[in-house]
C-alpha cells in the first residue's frame, strides 16, 4: 500500500516568492494533517483537515500560510510570499478519523529560502 | 494545558546495551492517547506505538518496549540489546481527546539516540 505522498521532496526559491508544497493522504483517511519542523522549534502542527474541513488553523503562523484539501485524496499548503525563516521541512500526515488512531507522515519536503 | 517533556536530549550506547528513553506528559485530560514516532536519518518519522490513557498494560514488541505509569505520566520506551540501525531521533507525542487542544497532537522535542558499534 501506498503510503503519504509528498512533493516535491526538495524545494529552494528565493524570498518573495510563492511556494506549493503537497499531499496526497493514505486512500481510506479522513484526517489529514500539515507540520513543520525546524531545530529552534521541534514539530509543530500547522493545520488539520477531517473530512476536507479544516478544523483547526491556530498553528498557522500567518496570513502568508494558507491550506486547502479540495478532496480527499489532495491537499496543498502555499506560503506567499515566503521567507527565509520559513525554511524548514513540512511534513504532511493522515489518519483514519478518530482520536485514537496513530498519523502516518509523508517523507517531507525540506524548504529552502534564499 | 498539554506538554510532553523527553528530558534527555541525546543518549550514546554501544550497541547491544539496554537504553531507556524517557516521556513525561502532562494533560487535564481522562482521556488522552501517547504515541511513540522515530526519525531515522533519512528523515521520515515512523510511527512505532499507540497507547489509550485508559489501558496501561505494557507492551513488547521484539526489542522494544513501553512502560506507561499514570501515576507517574510517564511513557517510557526501552530497546533491549540496541543495534546500530536503532539510531535515530525519538518522539513522544499526546494526543487529548477534549479540551481546546482538542485533536492535537503535542510532540516531545525528541531525544537522539546514536548508537554506536
Known amino acids: 500500500d501506498a503510503g503519504v505522498i509528498q512533493s516535491p521532496r526538495h524545494e529552494v526559491t528565493e524570498m518573495g516568492q510563492e511556494v506549493t508544497l503537497r499531499c496526497k493522504p493514505i486512500s481510506g483517511h479522513n484526517s489529514l494533517f500539515w507540520y513543520r519542523q525546524t531545530m529552534m522549534r521541534g514539530l509543530e502542527l500547522l493545520i488539520y483537515f477531517n473530512n476536507n474541513v479544516p478544523i483547526d488553523d491556530s498553528g498557522m503562523p500567518e496570513d502568508r500560510f494558507s491550506a486547502k484539501m479540495p478532496n480527499a485524496s489532495f491537499s496543498t499548503l502555499k506560503i506567499q510570499p515566503s521567507e527565509p525563516r520559513d525554511s524548514a521541512v513540512y511534513f504532511c500526515?493522515?489518519?483514519?478519523?478518530?482520536?485514537?488512531?496513530?498519523?502516518?507522515f509523508g517523507p517531507g519536503t525540506r524548504l529552502t529560502v534564499t | 494545558a498539554q506538554k510532553v517533556t523527553q528530558a534527555q536530549t541525546e543518549i550514546s550506547v554501544v550497541e547491544k546495551e539496554d537504553v531507556t528513553l524517557d516521556c513525561v506528559y502532562e494533560t487535564r485530560d481522562t482521556t488522552y492517547y501517547l504515541f511513540w514516532y522515530k526519525q531515522p536519518p533519512s528523515g521520515e518519522l515512523v510511527f512505532l506505538i499507540r497507547?489509550?490513557?485508559?489501558?496501561?498494560q505494557n507492551e513488547i514488541s521484539g526489542r522494544y518496549s513501553w512502560n506507561f505509569q499514570k501515576s507517574t505520566s510517564s511513557f517510557n520506551f526501552t530497546i533491549t540489546a540496541s543495534q546500530v540501525v536503532d539510531s535515530a531521533v525519538y518522539f513522544c507525542a499526546l494526543r487529548n481527546a477534549g479540551g481546546t487542544s482538542y485533536g492535537k497532537l503535542t510532540f516531545g522535542q525528541g531525544t537522539i539516540l546514536t548508537v554506536h558499534p
Open positions: 497507547r489509550n490513557s485508559f489501558d496501561e
Open positions: 500526515a493522515s489518519s483514519l478519523g478518530g482520536l485514537a488512531w496513530e498519523q502516518y
